[in-house]
């Protein structure tokens, strides 16, 4: 296939099976000056092959809308992606021992950047202590964020540069701590580095067939050269679409974001923590500690930024994890319904992230009001299951009511799926996966909703119902992928049991079950114009 499409082409496609609920059967598609322009049958093309720029021979292959990953942190995830990677390390001596290689080969960084440790998958469930940490680096500066980004280890040398850092304890840090050290080691990365982690990160993006992804910034989490540099890099490059969000609160965080081009005072603007690292707030203590976790906004203070926010015109939205967080976002929501009137709220979107202990009552009220649930399915596949982090945090019984999507999309709340990257990977095959798989069986969803969310939803969740689907005036922003064969989910099963009867009039997908090989993106391309084109495809 050629690599020389742009915005301003007209090109055929043909010869392939196009995801369309325009036609189920289509098989050729037309994008013209950046949108889809016709969709249709292969006989019908040949209408459209001489005025066409570029013909595209498909040669059997499976096109669909692009994806969209609604909650991304760029610049980190191409940190992780160009530094030093922990999240596969299989014990603490592996990891310190990648330490020590890392220092060893990056002798000029100011600061070592590390990510993606997590003790609860070791032999032993320890985190490597500063002494151990010390002796990995030479005694240099090293941040380390635990895989949930909401505690980090870190050395004596980077304490030295934080402004009152020599007194912290041993041990993961957490709260405002961690967001110290956090800035601190940031704030050593050149712009140099950072606009290559940024092009890093977009340009894995892309080879994944995702065109757009939700930048989650905020002051406790990156910084506003950050975020600004990272929407005129992505503006001003070919390459998904960024669409940002800055979490800071109040009138004066919704200034900010205004001010910043962001679209929302949201994202991970930050009502608890993580359940890993102990921190996300919940109504019964953990089963493995004594206590109820960390809450950073009560109900009062959701109340006063979902105002602000509606009455300015952008959407508000929250990182809420644990019960008692979820029960405080949705009573502060409901409170500024009842201030400015539930039609404002509803139509202004709000987003909740992560929004992991649902009960039927919470999970009514998103539908309510209006929440969109921002989730990510890779975590249960990552902490979920019998034996699984969850399992250990919360005890089993509590662990299986984790991430319900089926409920939530029974009782009509929007889903948008996204990785949280780099706390998992970017991924959005293994991401439907991941949900039409999930290991509480009744949490499962169809491969098609899956799709549907990790698509079209994360369109919705900004508030654009006219994209993130393969019809005639949407956005040109779709992939092609070789896959193994396409298969129609029967609408009465969730999971298991597969239809291929053509009689379904629905498009089909691939076959995404256990053992299979994910499809594997040949292009991708966005508002018409090629971002991501496989070598020799």
């Known amino acids: 296939m050629s690599e020389s499409t742009t915005s301003s082409q007209t090109v055929l496609l043909r010869g392939g099976e196009v995801h369309s609920p325009a036609d189920p059967f289509a098989t050729a598609m037309v994008v013209e000056r950046g949108q889809i322009a016709w969709v249709g049958s292969e006989g019908a093309a040949d209408a459209f092959a001489d005025g066409a720029d570029e013909v595209i021979d498909l040669d059997g292959a499976l096109v669909t809308p692009a994806f969209t990953d609604a909650h991304v942190h760029t610049t980190a995830t191409g940190l992780a992606l160009t530094g030093l990677d922990l999240s596969d390390a299989p014990s603490l001596e592996a990891a310190l021992a990648r330490v020590r290689e890392f220092a060893a080969a990056r002798p000029a960084d100011r600061v070592l950047l590390g990510h993606g440790w997590d003790a609860s998958r070791w032999p032993g469930g320890r985190p ?58 940031l704030g050593a990365v050149t712009p140099a580095q950072r606009a290559e982690a940024q092009r890093a990160a977009l340009a894995r993006a892309a080879s994944l067939g995702i065109g757009t992804v939700h930048e989650c910034g905020g002051p406790e989490i990156s910084s506003e050269d950050d975020f600004t540099a990272l929407l005129r890099l992505a503006a001003e490059e070919p390459g998904p679409r960024v669409v940002g969000y800055w979490a800071e609160w109040g009138e004066e965080g919704v200034a900010r974001a205004r001010a910043l081009g962001a679209i929302g005072a949201a994202g991970d603007l930050f009502v608890d923590g993580a359940l890993g690292s102990h921190t996300a707030c919940l109504h019964e203590p953990y089963a493995d500690a004594g206590h109820t976790g960390t ?32 029960n405080a976002v949705v009573e502060g929501v409901r409170t500024a319904a009842d201030k400015v009137g539930l039609a404002r709220v509803r139509a202004a979107r709000h987003r909740v992230e992560h929004a992991e202990m649902l009960t039927p009552e919470t999970v009514a009220a998103f539908a309510e009001l209006g929440l969109t649930a921002s989730v990510q399915p890779a975590f249960d596949a990552l902490w979920g299951g019998e034996d ?32 949280d990257s ?14 039409a798989f999930h290991r509480t069986p009744e949490h499962r969803v169809s491969v098609r909703a899956a799709f549907t969310a990790h698509t079209r939803g994360g369109w919705r969740a900004i508030g654009r119902d006219d994209a993130g689907v393969l019809v005639p005036g949407a956005p040109a922003d779709y992939a092609v992928w070789r896959t193994g064969e396409l298969v129609v989910q029967a609408p009465d099963d969730r999971v298991a049991r597969w239809s291929t009867d053509p009689r379904s009039g629905t498009p089909g997908l691939p076959d995404l079950g256990p053992g299979t090989d994910l499809p594997v993106c040949l292009r991708t391309v966005v508002g018409g114009e090629t971002v991501f084109a496989r070598p020799g495809e």
């Open 128 to 185: 490597p202590t500063r002494a151990e940490l010390d002796e990995a680096t030479g005694g240099r500066p090293l941040y380390l964020s635990r895989i949930d980004v909401h505690s980090a280890v870190v050395t004596s040398a980077l304490l030295d540069l934080v402004p009152g850092g020599t007194g912290l304890p041993d041990g993961p840090l957490t709260g405002d701590a961690h967001h110290a050290v956090r800035a601190t080691a």
């Open 422 to 435: 780099p706390v998992t990977p970017l991924d959005p095959w293994g991401t439907v996966r991941a949900a």
């Open 388 to 419: 699984g982090m969850y399992a250990r945090r919360l005890g089993a019984e509590r662990a299986r009511t984790l991430n319900p999507f089926a409920a939530l999309l029974r009782a009509g709340v929007p889903l948008a799926f996204g990785s």
């Open 295 to 326: 809450a950073h906004l009560d109900a009062a203070a959701v109340a006063a930024h979902v105002v602000a926010c509606t009455e300015a015109g952008l959407q508000a939205g929250f990182h809420a994890i644990g019960d008692a967080a979820v």
